[in-house]
């Protein structure tokens, strides 16, 4: 029989340990939920990986069973023991290394002809830095403060996720300070856009309908995944964003809590990630 999640969050035979924040983050369904739209636009908000969401997944139709999958290999990787965690971060890199390309229009900066793989380095670390800032985001609006140590612990804990993900540890921000200067520098850059197929992605997150159990969380999702955006981005993206919804935004969230409770639940129960075939 499987570990329950209060056994997973006890255990010491992971890659994280009962007391990392991690597993703190991790154990409130708010942080996947309200962090992962904001999470996923700012990831397509780059052209490159705007271009292979597009060319090389079926998102308009496949959403919920992406981000399932997702979640699923972040969670064995915080919960899992090594071998579940090295696992999940195998398989996301098989499914990587098929995702490359040439871009057949002028995205951004980046004219037609340029060439993308899911596997650079550099896309690599931007995916990871949407992660790490949508989750802390999240949390620390939504569910708790953090102190100056605890970002921290979970900055290099989250650079941990990003190397059994595949990212080399060569181009991972150092340190918090770091990560901060390389995301500012990326926002205020001329590399991050909104184009059209990053507006076609935001009009599937936004606009989807979620299964039926969790509907309840459609305006949380949607306040949720404006307002953790930079503004810029949200312009770029059409998203308007009033003092209103500045206000709506806590007492959606709090709908959240209550909603997503199961969740954690069906998470504990997840079978391993299979071995891959040599």
Do not use: C
């Amino acid at each position: 029989m499987g570990r329950t999640h209060a056994e997973r969050m006890a255990s010491s035979d992971g890659y994280f340990s009962p007391e990392s924040v991690i597993r703190r983050l991790g154990n409130t369904p708010i942080t996947p939920f309200l962090g992962g739209g904001p999470a996923v636009l700012l990831q397509v908000a780059h052209p490159l990986v705007a271009a292979g969401v597009v060319r090389h997944s079926d998102f308009r139709n496949d959403l919920w069973s992406r981000l399932a999958r997702t979640l699923r290999a972040l969670y064995l990787i915080a919960y899992g023991t090594k071998a579940e965690a090295d696992r999940a971060g195998e398989a996301v890199q098989a499914v990587h290394a098929y995702v490359r390309g040439e871009t057949d229009t002028q995205l951004g900066r980046f004219p037609s002809g340029t060439r993308y793989s899911a596997s650079d380095p550099e896309l690599m670390l931007w995916v990871h830095a949407t992660l790490v800032e949508a989750s802390l985001a999240a949390y620390e609006r939504f569910v708790a403060a953090l102190s100056d140590d605890e970002r921290e612990r979970y900055y290099h804990e989250m650079a941990q996720v990003a190397r059994i993900f595949g990212t080399p540890a060569s181009v991972i921000p150092r340190t918090l300070a770091d990560f901060r200067e390389y995301f500012d520098a990326q926002i205020d850059g001329t590399t991050i856009a909104v184009t059209e197929p990053a507006r076609d992605v935001a009009a599937v997150i936004l606009e989807a309908r979620l299964p039926a159990p969790l509907r309840v969380l459609v305006p949380a999702h949607r306040l949720a995944t404006a307002g953790l955006l930079p503004p810029r981005l949200r312009e770029e993206y059409g998203l308007r964003w009033t003092p209103l919804h500045e206000v709506a935004l806590p007492v959606a969230a709090r709908s959240v809590r209550i909603a997503t409770a199961p969740v954690l639940v069906a998470a504990s129960r997840l079978a391993p990630v299979p071995a891959l075939a040599a």
